[in-house]
């Protein structure tokens, strides 16, 4: 593939890298700051997630005893990694992808994953009990939302027969009917499974503060630390990206990202204060079979509906 200027630049600066990196770091401030006027509080100023990466970055990384050295300085950097390589197939702020491809759908929710992986990993690779009961939290509740979520984004791949994320941003554009409403169940199982990635409140299990400190991050500190915390933020933009490009109609602006990104991270403000804390068991057991089951049967009519639809066409006029 032949790398020309304006995709090197696309690549490192505008929509990806440095704007990315920064585009996550005001999502967070969102976030926090939604959340914060939801339970009647002030919140953070603007530009507090910059100054606690910052602070990161400057701050002595310990690396504890009885851990693998190099994975344990690999996985912050792989987790990071990933998020940025998904980004590259998303239409991120109405733009066209700096790469798209037949397929990049698949590798996309793929690479999504990694993060919850790295952070398994970086907690089983150390002695801390802390450590390991949030690393077997996160890669059990991995299991009850990646089938989910993973259903949930085929759904309009499906439906408008392509596996090009771009392409799919096109076809939702030209539908006289968002997805949101044809799909509800893959709408709401796709918002869900990405809290879950991102391990937000209700389902912070895997780093419950007042039960495992931090969870799989106990013994992480500096920059460690701070790339998965980065790495998160970038998760939140890419997810909430795919979200609103296949259920809320696709976008071609950056003025459509915005306010469609606005309501979705509304929602999630939103969700995240009025449940409390899921238990693990509550959230293998609960949105593992009532979730999967759900989003699949929708799944098949979909199918079903895409089989029937040459035959039933003639019969409407169409």
């Known amino acids: 593939m032949n790398i ?100 990049d759908l698949i590798v996309t929710l793929y690479l999504l994953s990694m993060m919850t992986l790295c952070i398994g990993l970086a907690g089983a690779n150390t002695e801390d009990r802390f450590s390991i009961v949030g690393a077997t939290r996160a890669l059990t509740q991995l299991f009850s939302y990646e089938a989910p979520f993973l259903l949930a984004m085929l759904g309009p791949a499906i439906a408008l027969g392509t596996w090009n994320i771009s392409l799919i941003n096109q076809g939702a554009t030209q539908q006289s009917l968002w997805f949101i409403v044809s799909q509800p169940i893959g709408f709401l199982a796709a918002l869900i499974g990405l809290m879950g990635k991102l391990e937000l409140p209700p389902f912070d299990a895997p780093e419950a503060e007042t039960e ?71 959230t293998v057991g609960l949105w593992w079979r009532i979730g999967a089951i759900l989003v699949l049967c929708q799944l098949v009519l979909i199918i079903v509906g895409n089989t029937l639809s040459p035959f039933i066409a003639p019969l409407l006029g169409g």
């Open 212 to 282: 495992i400190v931090a969870g799989a991050l106990t013994e992480y500190s500096g920059r460690g630390f701070g790339l998965f915390k980065i790495g998160r933020d970038i998760e939140l933009v890419v997810g909430l990206t795919l979200i609103a490009s296949f259920y809320l109609g696709g976008f071609s602006t950056p003025l459509d990202f915005l306010w469609k990104v606005f309501v979705l991270l509304l929602i999630t403000a939103a969700l995240q204060s009025l449940f409390a804390r899921l238990r693990i068991d509550q």
């Open 4 to 103: 020309t200027f304006p995709s090197l630049i696309a690549l490192l600066l505008f929509p990806g890298g440095l704007f990315l990196l920064g585009s996550g770091l005001f999502f967070e401030y969102l976030d926090r700051k939604l959340v914060a006027r939801f339970q009647n509080r002030i919140g953070p100023r603007w530009f507090q997630p910059l100054a606690d990466f910052i602070k990161l970055l400057a701050k002595e990384e310990v690396i504890p005893a009885g851990t693998i050295k190099s994975l344990f300085i690999l996985l912050p950097i792989f987790a990071l990694a990933a998020a940025l390589t998904a980004a590259l197939s998303v239409p991120l702020f109405g733009f066209k992808p700096v790469f798209s491809y037949n397929g």
